[in-house]
């Protein structure tokens, strides 16, 4: 995918989340925000899934400018996937009507399709036992591993996720993770905000670090994370890898 932001600013009221920011990526499969908390790598998630628009600038991905009225910003997000740090499941549903539900009511398959593909993907992630615990019965890696698998069921053309294992243990964050590497070797084109140093270099061949709502550096993710050439860049990786 390419992506595009020119002069883009997010406020909220007299906050000024993203400061003009500019950001060109020519082609990449998956791209990590990475960055200080408060930085505006989420508010830059939301803004290229459609889920918020920005104050000023402007936005594409492959060339198509993300549009900012209510049919057309409707139709775009029924053509993204997004997971939410929060799993933002439907509490009352079972894991398996949590996934098909939104392809019935949303996407237009019937009923009986929609159970199938929910429990192909429940089988994909190793939660065919569980199909029918709803979110209170579930742990937080298993929730989000569902949360996954409703993003992807529609099969949309880019996965946005949000910071999706920093409510996790160890133990469940090596669940997500596992099930976001299935996705890789999918080819399925992700744009992810994490915390995850270690995770950005391994999966996303792309970075690109948000600091004070501006882009410090963006390059290979190798390079990016081990070889920083800001100092703005450098000061943020030494807090997490203690170089």
Excluded: W
């Excluded at 209510?70 to 139709?75: A, G, K, S, V």
């Excluded at 929060?86 to 996934?99: C, G």
């Excluded at 690109?208 to 410090?216: C, S």
């Amino acid at each position: 995918m390419k992506l595009e932001l020119e002069s883009v600013v997010k406020t909220y009221g007299t906050q000024r989340v993203l400061d003009s920011l500019d950001l060109t990526i020519e082609e990449t499969m998956c791209l990590a925000l990475i960055g200080p908390s408060g930085g505006g790598k989420s508010t830059t998630l939301r803004l290229l899934a459609g889920l918020e628009s920005p104050t000023s600038g402007t936005i594409r991905i492959d060339g198509n400018e993300i549009a900012h009225e209510n049919q057309q910003l409707r139709e775009y997000r029924q053509r993204v996937g997004v997971v939410f740090q929060a799993y933002n499941l439907f509490p009352h549903f079972d894991a398996i009507t949590n996934i098909a539900l939104p392809l019935e009511k949303v996407h237009g398959y019937s009923r009986g399709r929609s159970l199938e593909k929910a429990g192909m993907l429940l089988e994909q992630f190793q939660l065919t036992n569980h199909r029918f615990k709803k979110p209170a019965e579930l742990s937080g890696g298993q929730s989000q591993r569902v949360a996954i698998a409703r993003a992807i069921a529609p099969d949309p053309d880019i996965v946005f996720l949000d910071e999706p294992t920093s409510a996790l243990d160890p133990e469940m964050t090596a669940e997500v993770l596992e099930a976001i590497e299935t996705l890789i070797e999918s080819k399925k084109k992700l744009l992810i905000a994490t915390h995850q140093m270690g995770f950005a270099k391994h999966a996303a061949d792309t970075v690109a670090i948000i600091a004070e709502g501006k882009i410090v550096e963006v390059g290979n993710s190798s390079q990016v994370i081990d070889y920083p050439r800001t100092a703005r860049a450098q000061k943020f990786l030494k807090s997490y890898l203690k170089f």
